[in-house]
């Protein structure tokens, strides 16, 4: 235990393989992000806004409860063990959706892409956690959710080119073989197991453990649940736009390698923000970082069915990126500051399951709004719950 030491500096090898893991696991989102409508209108013949969504409401359950038990899982058997079994579950989704005959398979895949991505992202995010210790945490979460979110937008983009160039399938979901099997290799030979950085932690840890985690984290303690709310919010308003925003956009008439440019601004400017956002959170209000970022989202949401110029689309897709970095790393910050390190897993892994709960509440209600009501409509119901997560932050979470 004395050679154990904590910090980014110390294990940036360890934590240089683990970024570029994450970067992998980002990747497989991204390949769906922009040409999914497309695909489900050209291949399957939907045109139904909720039913389109069903493959994130699908997404969105499975991310979430393996999110919960990833935590678990992690502290039982090993982090390590948890990303390799993520991989491993996500092999066989490229090849599922290249020979899908119906919608089915599809959400089935998408199910599988929810596990995979449960398992693996919070796996590194713990993973790292544990490497750098207290100090540099906020910059550690930025650069791994940076990795990630480029890697959305990357991809996001390079498979609506690819599509464009070559068709909507098979050719992109070629990427997503590629990435799985890169993914499976440098967890299996790269990754070490970081527990022993947990038990060096415990030693000079002053955070009392919590009796009860989930209801801690969901309600009770002010700060996670306010934390916890907000991050549901988030992704509820992530969900709507990554189905609803390339519906939009092809409405507008929009070509597909415009749509892929603005659906990849947004996790790009996401991503690369956070490179700063994370280090902001480790010397500035977490509070205040909070509350800027789900307003700036806010707002950001609110504006869109207003616009159909392409540059000023772009623009809003760039602040609603910049308010989401605001939040991502300061989210993960916050829990890992208010919690002793031996909890952090579950924890962040009750945290992570209310947050992708978020993804598919918001595609379902977003997809049966647009149904009903027609997409700007909303579009604008999404964004006041946003500004509402922005207040309840204000008012409940303490400084």
């Known amino acids: 235990m004395k050679n154990v030491k904590l910090g980014l500096r110390e294990n940036w090898k360890a934590f240089l393989i683990l970024v570029i893991v994450n970067a992998f696991v980002g990747g497989m989102v991204g390949i769906e992000r922009s040409i999914f409508p497309k695909f489900a209108e050209t291949e399957f013949g939907m045109t139904s806004k909720s039913a389109i969504l069903s493959f994130i409401i699908a997404f969105g359950i499975s991310k979430a409860i393996a999110n919960y038990f990833s935590g678990f899982l992690a502290n039982k058997y090993g982090r390590k063990n948890i990303?390799?079994?993520?991989?491993?579950?996500?092999?066989?989704?490229?090849?599922?959706?290249?020979?899908?005959?119906?919608?089915?398979?599809?959400?089935?895949?998408?199910?599988?892409?929810?596990?995979?991505?449960?398992?693996?992202?919070?796996?590194?995010?713990?993973?790292?956690?544990?490497?750098?210790?207290?100090?540099?945490?906020?910059?550690?979460?930025g650069i791994n959710e940076f990795a990630g979110y480029v890697a959305v937008g990357l991809f996001a983009f390079l498979s609506c080119f690819v599509a464009q160039k070559y068709g909507i399938t098979p050719y992109p979901f070629y990427i997503g073989i590629l990435l799985s099997i890169l993914g499976i290799l440098f967890s299996i030979f790269l990754v070490k197991d970081t527990s022993i950085f947990v038990e060096k932690e415990q030693e000079t840890n002053s955070n009392q453990n919590l009796d009860n985690l989930f209801l801690e984290t969901t309600f009770k303690h002010k700060t996670l649940s306010s934390v916890t709310q907000a991050g549901f919010i988030n992704n509820l308003n992530d969900g709507m736009?990554?189905?609803?925003?390339p519906i939009i956009l092809l409405s507008a008439s929009f070509s597909l390698d415009k749509i892929g440019i603005i659906t990849a601004v947004y996790p790009a400017v996401w991503g690369f923000g956070q490179l700063f956002t994370g280090k902001m959170s480790d010397n500035f209000s977490k509070k205040e970082m909070l509350f800027w970022g789900m307003f700036i989202q806010g707002i950001a949401i609110f504006a869109l069915p207003f616009y159909t110029s392409f540059w000023i689309i772009v623009f809003l897709a760039a602040?609603?990126?910049?308010?989401?970095?605001?939040?991502?790393?300061?989210?993960?910050?916050?829990?890992?500051?208010?919690?002793?390190?031996?909890?952090?897993?579950?924890?962040?892994?009750?945290?992570?399951?209310?947050?992708?709960?978020?993804?598919?509440?918001?595609?379902?209600?977003?997809?049966?709004?647009?149904?009903?009501?027609?997409?700007?409509?909303?579009?604008?119901?999404?964004?006041?719950?946003?500004?509402?997560?922005?207040?309840?932050?204000?008012?409940?979470?303490?400084?």
């Open 83 to 141: 990303l390799v079994l993520g991989w491993m579950i996500a092999l066989p989704i490229p090849f599922i959706l290249i020979y899908a005959n119906s919608w089915n398979w599809v959400v089935f895949a998408n199910i599988l892409l929810g596990i995979s991505q449960g398992f693996t992202w919070s796996s590194t995010v713990v993973m790292k956690m544990d490497l750098v210790g207290p100090k540099n945490r906020g910059l550690a979460m």
């Open 241 to 245: 736009i990554w189905g609803l925003l």
């Open 319 to 399: 602040i609603l990126g910049l308010g989401t970095a605001l939040v991502y790393p300061t989210f993960l910050n916050t829990i890992a500051s208010n919690t002793a390190p031996n909890q952090r897993a579950e924890i962040i892994g009750i945290f992570r399951l209310w947050r992708d709960f978020g993804y598919a509440f918001g595609a379902f209600i977003s997809g049966i709004l647009a149904d009903i009501y027609g997409v700007e409509i909303a579009v604008y119901f999404i964004a006041v719950l946003t500004l509402i997560s922005s207040i309840i932050i204000k008012i409940r979470m303490p400084k």
